[in-house]
């Protein structure tokens, strides 16, 4: 229970805030206006990061103004490397993270539905999710060497344990009234399952899915920048070897708005598996 | 008069870890309910009021004695018995007809008939209007109502509620109390109503069967005759208040006596 709170605050700092339970507004105008206020701070950082530079705050070499970070992504993408890296980043971190739910979720509900072995494995899980997944990645490239393996494996690792904890929690925590009105009513273990117990599941389960979502980018990116030949973790610290400044944070960029990107395409979903909230 | 449900010499004893002999919330209770009664159980908080229900559900088994359903024991849940809930158990993420469906679905009705028959069950608790919402844009009355409309669309004989007003506002209560006694009277219905409020249970009850504390026994039962059509308002006539009070003495004894377990309980 501490725990689901606890990773249910994180997504909520991660999402930022006034994505949830917001109501439509009706008029045109306010929409705008609230768009105009999500955006400000955005804007605004993206302006100092132009004007700093070009007033001389910072040097310019180390802090390239943003238009001219804007135009390296310009030129990485006409040249076609750009989505070769993200290509190559998106397919290790989304087969990752594929892999993780096809893992955590059936497990962590089998977890879950038994009390004994969840009191016997959540310690457990909590120690594999507070054990850095970057600490392991030297582990990883030793057992299963320096190709695509490791990288997968170690999101695999790092998306895991988030999802398992959460739908462990999702699971113990079904309102237990609803368990006892489908007793009641003499539903069979897999309609008890289908009707109840996962449709309950479904919110806490997605804190689950996003945490493992940021994790997956942050872990792809390290293990790129420990050893590989493209992607965008390559692509950042190649750059930053060979003093491409501009690409450097061209990379860095991408990164962003693929992170959030991916962040929001979780909520979306969400959102319609959850429309009844 | 064959009685719907018998409950003979019924015992439940809980196992509760630090006590060897465990916890006895139910000891000889004897209670007969006719077919079509509307019979309820008092007894004050701790007296093992939910824990019978949960014998006459199927839910638990007495640990002595037995409950008989049409002369046979229980012995499981099933859908010959309807469950109201306190805390109404709506699934949130359903529309009040697919709550109502919910229970047709456990029994296999097809879908178009489901459809029709959770339409007919919540127009009858007055919330036809209502079937396409979800639970969060529903009032506690109007929750229980649907609750009400799922445990009848099923078509039990007999309807187990387990202080299912509790949680409401007065004005909610005594509006769903005559709506629930309008239904009793139209469905015919066996109901057994769980209550710890001693105005409900007179306005509802045939019969009130008030329980000991814990260990709970029945200690008396009082039958309640009143005369429905002499008053506008029936709570506040004098028959009413006369039955009231005779609950209220029967009763008094008890919440003190549980009041003093509760004290003995806290340090353990």
Known sequence: MTSSALTGDNTERKTGAGTRGEPASPRRRSVLFGLLTKSAAVFLLLALWEFAPRAGLIDPTFLT????????????????????????????????????????????????????????????????????????????????????????????????????????????????????????????????????????????????????????????????????????????????????????????????????????????????????? | MSAKISISGVGHTFGVTGHREGLTALETVDLDIADGEFAVIVGPSGCGKSTLLDLLAGLSTPTTGRVLLDGEPITGPGVDRGIVFQQYALLPWRTAQANVEFGLEAIGIPRRERARRAREYLDLVGLLAFADRHPHELSGGMKQRVAIARSLAYEPAVLLMDEPFAALDAQTRESLQDELHRIWQRTGKTIVFITHGIEEAVYLGQRVAVLTSRPGRIKSIVDIDLDRGAAEDIRSAPQFAGYRHEVWSLLHDEVARARELEKEVVPV
Request: hydrophobic letters at 55%; one cysteine or more.
């Open chain 1, 65 to 277: 103004p943003f238009s001219e970070v804007l135009s390296a992504i310009g030129e990485l993408a006409a040249s076609g490397r750009l989505t070769e890296h993200i290509q190559a980043s998106l397919t290790r971190s989304l087969s990752g993270f594929g892999i993780a739910v096809l893992i955590a979720i059936p497990l962590g509900v089998l977890i879950g539905w038994y009390k004994i072995v969840s009191d016997l494995l959540t310690p457990l899980v909590q120690l594999f999710l507070n054990t850095a997944a970057l600490a392991l990645l030297p582990v990883f490239v030793l057992i299963l060497g320096i190709g695509e393996a490791s990288k997968i494996a170690i999101v695999i690792y790092a998306c895991t344990w988030p999802i398992l904890l959460n739908t462990i929690s999702a699971v113990r925590n079904v309102d237990p009234t609803l368990l006892k009105l489908a007793r009641s009513l003499n539903l069979s273990p897999l309609r008890l399952f289908g009707k109840v117990v996962l449709p309950a599941s479904i919110p806490t389960i997605f804190t689950g899915l996003r945490l493992a979502g940021a994790a997956a980018i942050v872990v792809v990116i390290a293990a790129e920048m420990v050893g590989a030949k493209a992607g965008l973790g390559f692509l950042i610290n190649d750059s930053q070897y060979n003093f491409a400044i501009p690409s450097m944070y061209a990379g860095i960029v991408t990164i962003s708005v693929i992170g959030v990107g991916f962040n929001q395409l979780l909520v979306f979903i969400e959102r319609r598996l959850t429309s009844w909230k």
